[in-house]
């Protein structure tokens, strides 16, 4: 087929319409490309296709400073330029507000608002993580493929931390050299790194049992000077693994970043946003939003390891912090700590099973993917908070809970705000202001 990709969807692939009228979902073409593809699947609804030749180069693709684009799985949009990036984001928010929540485009226009970003297009992760291969007794680190089973051997990524640009291959390096001599039963590799702090961790993720723990941190040491080396233990099926323990190999045994004011301590299980730039935006948007006073009470639900709990704790008298992964509990309890503040009430447990209550001034919530069940909507909409602020990274389940707001007749919507903390992915953050209707 011939087709003229016609907008970027929500994912890694370019959409076009046969003549026929029939959606189809072109891997390898940017928005603006005519190319020959062939099928690759084709369903009753809408059809996939690999773009095999481009016939017509689009104006907004551009030469990107990764060859593996299209192959790695971390920069599917890396052909395409940054202002159509924002464009087609603001674009697929705007689709499902429509499509899912039910909001009218007039709606839509008053609410949402320019996106948000941060000038960094690459070099802005400060977090990698490599996937292992073992094959013929040889141990083979890289990046995870578009095919989830492909790993790919690079010496740099362009996204991450340009500070440390040589720590991929060292660390790629020194664990081959270790993994041909003895068997390190790797799971994966994660690697944090701060411009701000200089601080540069290696995680190791592995199964419970034997370790040569001393010879695996003499020899990363020696290649890539961290500032910590963590083996985190995994036990269970691979479907569903759980953290048992973050051991300590050498230094810290723990990550710094200094984001806003603070400067927090994050273990290698824990989730951080992985643009610290962007996600200053992210604390900025929240904080306007809540608006909250030195008489407030806060409720941060799904908290993580404190990154809107600790500025909400400064501007506030009080704040009850909900977050049900423990290793994130434990970082939060340190950060606290560390930060010296004693108006925090930290709670591990399941946010709908531990909700603080209904005494609230100002509430934000940053569920994962998956969005906010009903019953903790229900909770939020029982409380007396005047202000709700929603951090989502899912613009289909961000709609949805927005509708259910909507139907509940509690909040109302003010201003939808997305930010790009993921450039050359088709990944965007959001951040929704509701009022008490």
Known sequence: MRLTIERMGYGADGIAHTDEGKTVFVAGGVVGDVVDAELTSDGPSFSRARAT???????????????????????????????????AKEENLRSALQRIGHFTPEEINDLVQPIRYTKDAWGYRNK??????????????????????QIIKVDRCPLFE??????????TGALSYLG??????????????????????????????????AHVARVLDDAVKPTSVVRVLTKGDRAARRVEKNELLAGQGSWTERIGEETMRISAPSFFQVNTAAAELLIELVVDALKPGPDDVALDLYCGAGTFTLPLA???????????????????????????????????????REFPGDDADVLVVDPPRA?????????????????????????????????????DGTFKATAITPVDLFPQTYHCETVVHLSRA
Not at 162 to 171: G, Q, R, W
Not at 323 to 338: F, K, M, Q, T, W
Not at 386 to 399: E, F, G, I
Request: glycine share 10%; charged share 25%.
């Open 53 to 87: 030749n481009i016939i017509e180069p689009s104006g907004m693709r551009v030469t990107p400073p990764c060859p593996f684009v299209g192959v790695c799985g971390g920069c599917p949009w890396g052909a395409l330029d940054r202002e159509t990036q924002l464009h």
């Open 128 to 149: 990698v993580e490599l996937g292992v291969h073992s094959e013929n007794g040889r141990l083979r680190l890289g990046m995870h493929g578009i095919d989830p089973d």
């Open 162 to 171: 340009s500070t440390a640009s040589k720590a991929i291959k060292a660390v």
């Open 180 to 213: 041909n001599s003895r068997d390190l039963n790797l799971e994966r590799v994660g690697i944090r790194a701060s411009r701000r702090t200089k601080a540069l961790e290696v995680a190791l993720w592995t199964p419970t049992g034997g370790f040569p723990r």
């Open 314 to 352: 400064r501007r506030c008298s009080w704040v009850a912090a909900v977050e049900s992964y423990g290793p994130a509990v434990r970082d939060l309890r340190r950060n606290i700590e560390r930060a010296g503040l004693d108006n925090v009430d930290a709670i591990g447990g399941d946010a709908v």
């Open 371 to 407: 969005g906010l069940a009903a019953e903790a909507i229900e909770l939020i909409a029982g409380t007396s908070a005047r202000d709700v602020a929603y951090v989502s990274c899912d613009p289909a389940t961000l709609a949805r809970d927005l509708a259910h707001f909507r139907e």
